[in-house]
């Protein structure tokens, strides 16, 4: 069964202090591997997908990257307005679901 | 705005009844997804319909059903309600039926069950 830790549960960072959020995953035959971010009561707002070790993405403060094992989020002089809840999920080759990890909720302090 | 609709926003009902959430896909989205979100389990998957026909299964309970329509909207039927089943029920939609793709989320449905 296709499995996704995130960590840590909880990020508090200041304002302008970069950081990275973890993602290990165990999946037989990786499809893809993706980021979304979550605010409170709202749905799920794709960010990216990776689909091989190796590849990176970027977007404004953020980058992605994948490994083997794991995929980071990493948040370059992170703003208030990027507080929120990011999700990681999966896909493998034997299982057509997606597998969601629990998130990480990152609070950006002015 | 995702461009994923769904309907009620808010929902409370009794153990033991039945209800049914609606979704509306993005404009051209063939696929719609369910997914269930509570705050022990996280987002987990439910079902995937594709163009009117069942795709894929996740841990949907036996209890809960779906169908897709011609128009392509779909709706999520709960029925003999548990207070286990209090949730966020998302809908999510893609254009194509390949589960490794972008998919675009609603803003989700909030049942309570008292």
């Known amino acids: 069964e296709d499995q996704v830790t995130q960590s840590p549960e909880a990020l508090r960072l200041q304002e302008g202090e970069s950081s990275s959020l973890n993602c290990s995953y165990t999946?037989?035959?990786?499809?893809?591997l993706f980021w979304y971010r979550q605010d409170p009561g709202k749905g799920p707002e794709f960010l990216f997908t990776?689909?091989?070790a190796g590849e990176e993405k970027e977007k404004e403060r953020l980058k992605a990257t994948l490994t083997k094992k794991e995929s980071f989020l990493h948040i370059t002089a992170p703003k208030p307005e990027d507080s929120a809840t990011y999700l990681c999920a999966v896909i493998g080759g034997a299982n057509s679901k997606l597998t969601f990890g629990k998130g990480i909720t990152l609070s950006v302090r002015p | 705005d995702s461009g994923v609709t769904q309907t009620p926003k808010h929902l409370i009902t009794a153990t033991g009844q039945r209800v049914t959430l609606r979704c509306s896909p993005r404009?051209?989205?063939?696929?719609v997804y369910w997914y269930q979100q509570s705050l022990d389990q996280g987002l987990q998957f439910l079902i995937q319909?594709?163009?009117?026909?069942?795709?894929a299964k996740g841990n949907i309970l036996e209890r809960f059903s779906a169908q897709q329509f011609p128009d392509l909207h779909s709706e999520l039927n709960l029925s003999s309600l548990e207070l286990g089943d209090s949730a966020l029920y998302f809908c999510?939609?893609?254009?194509?039926?390949?589960?490794?793709?972008?998919?675009?989320f609603g803003q989700g449905t909030r049942l309570t069950v008292v």
């Open positions: 990776l689909y091989s």
């Open positions: 999946v037989s035959g990786l499809r893809g």
């Open positions: 404009s051209g989205d063939l696929s």
């Open positions: 999510a939609s893609s254009a194509t039926g390949r589960m490794n793709t972008e998919a675009f």
């Open positions: 319909y594709y163009n009117g026909e069942e795709r």
